[in-house]
């Protein structure tokens, strides 16, 4: 019984110092939208992913996340707009979360780089179960019967970058911070600054990456995730994340672009990216966990279609 309440103990103040009421990955890098809604669309192709994150490995009802992620772009007039969704399911002992979001973001050229602002507007579902371990049997701040309550959540996002070179974005999520009184939780405001840029070795196949993430809900000491992952031939990438206080993240994946399929005025692209990445946990959960284990999966796809050309019967026309 000490045992478990140690764990529990440990677990909620992991919790508390990274403000971690929003799930947390480490393939962040390939995860941008879900938390800032400005980066719908960045890869002007229709993508689809989908992320498994198993965390601290050896609890008993440790943390699981399932997250699927689609982006798509398209020209409305004169403007390029990045649309897309973000649903996740978030596990936690007694506690389940599903989130929606719809995200919205137009774009704008500046001389070669892309500024993207955008919104999204989504639902936070929260469910409390009922198989609680009571220490004071009848402890009327315990609920007996399970308890779910929805609220409307937005965010908001800017990202300024330039495709396979840089980007910079600020976001801000839960900015009506829902309260959920049912279930006596209230959403903290939480904003991420994130940034990346690339280094291809000269006369080399090799692109160094490097992306950083500082989150905060404004109140707690700020979480950080340092990346850098080498790309070799735009198809093989291995890595390492540190978060400091938290875990080393080595990690490893594929991407690959396949054939173009041609018909008639028809061109379909498509491509897959995947990867795994394994926390090797650094704090004094380490003493009961035996790491964290994440995976995902992504495949893109875009459609050309040539304009008819009009023909004349006309032999002046010809």
């Given at each position: 019984?000490?045992k478990?309440?140690?764990?529990?103990?440990?677990?909620?103040?992991?919790?508390?110092?990274f403000?971690?009421?929003?799930?947390?990955m480490?393939?962040?890098?390939?995860?941008?939208?879900?938390?800032?809604?400005?980066?719908?669309?960045?890869?002007?192709?229709?993508?689809?992913?989908?992320?498994?994150?198993?965390?601290?490995?050896?609890f008993?009802?440790?943390?699981?996340?399932?997250?699927?992620?689609?982006?798509?772009?398209?020209?409305?007039?004169?403007?390029?707009?990045?649309?897309?969704?973000?649903?996740?399911?978030?596990?936690?002992?007694?506690?389940?979360?599903?989130?929606?979001r719809?995200?919205i973001?137009?774009?704008?050229?500046?001389?070669?780089?892309?500024?993207?602002?955008?919104?999204?507007?989504?639902?936070?579902?929260?469910?409390?179960?009922?198989?609680?371990?009571?220490?004071d049997?009848?402890?009327?701040s315990?609920?007996?019967?399970?308890?779910?309550?929805?609220?409307?959540?937005?965010?908001?996002?800017?990202?300024?970058?330039?495709?396979?070179?840089?980007?910079?974005?600020?976001?801000?999520?839960?900015?009506?911070?829902p309260?959920?009184?049912?279930?006596?939780?209230?959403?903290?405001?939480?904003?991420?600054?994130?940034?990346?840029?690339?280094?291809?070795?000269?006369?080399s196949?090799?692109?160094?990456?490097?992306?950083?993430?500082?989150?905060?809900?404004?109140?707690?000491?700020?979480?950080?995730?340092?990346?850098?992952?080498?790309?070799?031939?735009?198809?093989?990438?291995?890595?390492?994340s540190?978060?400091?206080?938290?875990?080393?993240?080595?990690?490893a994946?594929?991407?690959?672009?396949?054939?173009?399929?041609?018909?008639?005025?028809?061109?379909?692209?498509?491509?897959?990216?995947?990867?795994?990445?394994?926390?090797?946990?650094?704090?004094?959960i380490?003493?009961?966990?035996?790491?964290?284990?994440?995976?995902?999966?992504?495949?893109?796809?875009?459609?050309?279609?040539?304009?008819?050309?009009?023909?004349?019967?006309?032999?002046?026309f010809?």
């Amino acid at each position: 019984m000490k045992k478990s309440l140690l764990t529990v103990a440990i677990f909620s103040a992991s919790l508390s110092m990274f403000a971690q009421q929003d799930p947390q990955m480490s393939f962040w890098m390939f995860d941008k939208q879900s938390f800032n809604p400005a980066a719908a669309g960045i890869d002007k192709m229709h993508c689809a992913s989908l992320f498994y994150r198993d965390q601290w490995d050896g609890f008993d009802r440790d943390p699981k996340t399932t997250m699927f992620n689609y982006s798509g772009n398209a020209m409305v007039g004169k403007t390029e707009l990045g649309y897309g969704m973000t649903f996740f399911n978030d596990v936690l002992g007694q506690e389940k979360n599903n989130v929606f979001r719809g995200q919205i973001a137009p774009k704008f050229d500046l001389n070669g780089h892309t500024l993207s602002i955008g919104l999204n507007f989504g639902i936070l579902n929260k469910k409390l179960g009922a198989n609680w371990v009571f220490i004071d049997q009848g402890d009327g701040s315990i609920p007996t019967k399970e308890t779910a309550q929805t609220a409307v959540d937005v965010g908001f996002g800017a990202m300024i970058y330039q495709p396979n070179k840089y980007y910079f974005g600020v976001s801000a999520q839960h900015l009506t911070a829902p309260e959920l009184e049912d279930l006596y939780f209230k959403s903290a405001r939480h904003v991420y600054v994130m940034g990346g840029y690339e280094f291809p070795l000269s006369s080399s196949p090799i692109v160094i990456r490097t992306n950083a993430l500082v989150k905060t809900d404004l109140a707690a000491t700020p979480a950080i995730d340092l990346n850098a992952n080498a790309l070799y031939d735009n198809m093989v990438f291995g890595g390492v994340s540190f978060r400091p206080g938290d875990a080393i993240t080595p990690m490893a994946g594929f991407q690959m672009m396949f054939s173009d399929i041609v018909n008639g005025r028809t061109t379909y692209q498509h491509g897959i990216r995947l990867g795994y990445a394994y926390d090797v946990t650094t704090s004094e959960i380490r003493n009961y966990s035996s790491g964290s284990h994440e995976l995902f999966v992504t495949y893109c796809f875009d459609i050309e279609t040539l304009p008819m050309r009009i023909r004349h019967n006309d032999p002046r026309f010809l």
